[in-house]
């Protein structure tokens, strides 16, 4: 398992299997749900609310 990672086609693989998934989300529409948690830890940090 290592060797294929550490190849070209390995390491492009990987990324086009993450792209794919990210564009998957997208579509589903957890990319607000995720801004939105994102939003929320930072205004609890700030302490604002």
Known sequence: MRKI???RAG???LAVVGLVLM???VYR???SVV???AINIC???I???
């Open 29 to 31: 529409g957890e990319m």
């Open 35 to 37: 801004l939105g948690k």
């Open 43 to 45: 205004m609890e940090c």
């Open 11 to 13: 390491g492009v693989c």
């Open 23 to 25: 564009g998957f989300g």
């Open 5 to 7: 990672l550490r190849t």
């Open 47 to 49: 302490g604002i609310g």
